[in-house]
């Protein structure tokens, strides 16, 4: 089983809560770009490295839960058991990802594509991927992160088992 991550952008974290408690399918109502597998902390994370020119580290990409709402069930302090069936434990997830990872993402240019990609396509989380295979992917979350700038918008991301 696979993960599936979807990278979109939205005015704000109500919007997204919005479209979640609605009937609405997040990739009709968002701007989207479909990312299998590219998790926003660690694998985004070293593109996002990689575009800054500096080393991966924990932390670099900052991300805050805004779906499911309520407090985390193994969060310090809380006292409820959780079931099984729990949106904590069932997903999706979506998290608010920092500005200044919309900002490094936007900044991508065309010529940056093909050593970005190289160098993302070496990290461990991606072998054995090409990086001719990972080339329209940065592509496309450079362009997005673009809309979401020009529009005062955030990115999120939305993480799917």
Do not use: N
């Not at 058991?81 to 900002?103: I, K, S």
């Amino acid at each position: 089983m696979g993960v599936l991550t979807d990278y979109f952008r939205a005015t704000d974290e109500a919007s997204v809560v919005k479209v979640l408690t609605s009937d609405e399918q997040p990739s009709k109502a968002f701007d989207l770009v479909e990312a299998k597998g590219i998790d926003p902390i660690v694998v985004l994370g070293r593109l996002v490295a990689a575009a800054r020119e500096v080393p991966f580290e924990a932390g670099l990409v900052a991300a805050r839960p805004v779906w499911p709402v309520g407090p985390q069930p193994w969060a310090e302090g809380a006292t409820a058991a959780f079931a099984e069936d729990d949106p904590w434990v069932t997903g999706p997830w979506v998290m608010e990802l920092a500005d200044d990872v919309r900002e490094t993402l936007a900044g991508i240019r065309a010529s940056d594509l093909p050593e970005l990609a190289e160098r993302w396509a070496r990290t461990a989380e991606l072998q054995p991927v090409e990086p001719d295979e990972l080339r329209p992917l940065i592509k496309e979350l450079a362009l997005l992160a673009r809309r979401a700038r020009t529009a005062r918008q955030h990115l999120y991301c939305r993480v799917c088992v």
